[in-house]
DNA sequence: CAGTCGCCCTGCGTGC
DNA sequence: TGCACGCAGGGCGACT
């Protein structure tokens, strides 16, 4: 489900709801997911106030006094707002009842989320340590990016997806910006030149920048904070057009699979 | 070290 | 209507 814009969308959409608001309590409903949820977590948030709502990558950072949350959607998750009585649904795994009467609930039907908490700077968190630069900052430029891949055979595609490279780039973005660029999916990542990369890492930024506008991607089940969908599906260029003719050139769009992802490109385009 | 593969889990669409 | 199968927006750890 959620890549980087659909993250920041969240994010977005959830942080007025909490910022200043006090944790009344939190209700852990299953707590097997990726990893168990932190075993302490219930008691350390109670009571403390979130100061914060923050992004890294494809994880977001609830913070208070007392330490962090750190939440991650995986393929399935999202966090919603309601009011503190509505019933609950299906796979609502974690709540955070707030002093305002709502409640921040996460769903997760495959389980492929994180809920864990720390006391310390999340940045420290072995989870987020290793993590590469933000897409949409300054230092995510062509020569980094170019410098990443010398000596590596992998396919371009999965170069961008690796989350120690760049964060937040996952399978739709990383097939609708390689089309952008005009750079085939499956070239090994160190026969591409330098002028390329600086092409790909401008077709990167602005793909994610256009969906973050449109509210994000939803392919099924995403929706923001407040339950409303994203409107970037209508702008994908090749991402599920399988046999549909490219918007460029009308050449039939292929599919492949790389890393174990279904992959989508024109051949005609994409070199 | 880089790269490949299996796997965690549930739900949905398709074809028989 | 039911069932089997493949596939899905992610990422880790074991292995070569």
Redesign the pocket.
């Known amino acids: 489900?959620?890549?980087l814009p659909?993250v920041e969308t969240t994010r977005a959409g959830i942080a007025p709801h909490l910022v200043g608001q006090r944790v009344v309590e939190v209700k852990v409903y299953q707590r097997?997911l990726?990893q168990p949820v932190t075993p302490g977590l219930a008691t350390a948030l109670k009571g403390g106030v979130i100061n914060a709502v923050e992004r890294r990558?494809?994880y977001l950072l609830l913070k208070s006094g007392q330490g962090c949350v750190i939440i991650?959607l995986?393929?399935?998750g999202s966090l919603r707002l309601v009011k503190r009585d509505q019933p609950l649904e299906?796979?609502d795994h974690v709540a955070f009842l707030l002093a305002s009467g709502k409640s921040l609930r996460f769903r997760d039907?495959?389980?492929?989320g994180l809920v864990l908490w720390t006391r310390k700077p999340p940045q420290q968190h072995p989870?987020i340590t290793?993590l590469g630069v933000e897409p949409l900052e300054a230092n995510f430029d062509g020569d980094y990016l170019y410098a990443a891949a010398q000596?590596?055979?992998?396919?371009i595609k999965?170069?961008i997806?690796n989350?120690q490279v760049v964060?937040g780039v996952?399978?739709?973005y990383a097939s609708e910006a390689l089309f952008r660029a005009g750079v085939h999916p499956a070239r090994?990542?160190?026969r591409i030149s330098r002028v390329r990369y600086e092409r790909l890492v401008v077709a990167i930024k602005s793909v994610l920048a256009e969906a973050i506008k449109q509210g994000?991607?939803?392919?099924?089940?995403?929706y923001n904070g407040a339950g409303e969908p994203?409107y970037f599906k209508q702008h994908l260029k090749v991402y599920g057009r399988s046999g549909l003719a490219c918007v460029e050139c009308g050449a039939a769009i292929r599919q492949i699979v790389l890393?174990?992802?279904?992959t989508w490109y024109c051949g005609r385009c994409q070199r």
């Open positions: 489900m959620p890549e659909e097997q990726r990558g494809k991650h995986g393929m399935s299906k796979h039907p495959r389980r492929f989870l290793k000596k590596r055979t992998v396919a999965q170069l997806m989350g964060v996952g399978n739709i090994a990542a160190k994000g991607t939803t392919l099924r089940d995403f994203g890393g174990q992802r279904s």
